[in-house]
């Protein structure tokens, strides 16, 4: 897992499965004290191409899953847009566990 920094307040949380693999879905685990109320996440198989997944707002931390449906992913990114600056709701993001489920290959 690697946070790739935009900003101080808009960032990105990259995870790399180390191999491309069949997700089913995705679980993110935001902290209920320090949330981004308007974020989207992508996946990429090669890290040069990535597809938007997902756009959310909210106004709360919280677990939100994200079916993929089997799609073909090698890399995860959470990115930040709100809060963009101090004292708006959320505070910062902050992201206490992610849930990434793959398909089982039968051989």
């Not at 995870?15 to 685990?29: C, E």
């Amino acid at each position: 897992m690697v946070q790739l920094e935009a900003d101080f307040w808009g960032w990105l949380y990259e995870i790399d499965l180390q191999r491309i693999a069949p997700v089913r879905q995705v679980t993110v685990h935001f902290s209920p004290t320090g949330f981004a109320t308007h974020y989207k996440i992508h996946c990429s198989a090669d890290r040069q191409h990535w597809e938007t997944i997902a756009e959310r707002r909210t106004d709360k931390g919280e677990s939100v899953d994200f079916d993929l449906d089997g799609k073909n992913i090698r890399y995860l990114r959470i990115e930040s847009l709100l809060p963009n600056g101090p004292d708006q709701p959320g505070g910062q993001m902050s992201i206490a566990d992610v849930d990434i489920f793959t398909e089982i290959q039968q051989k």
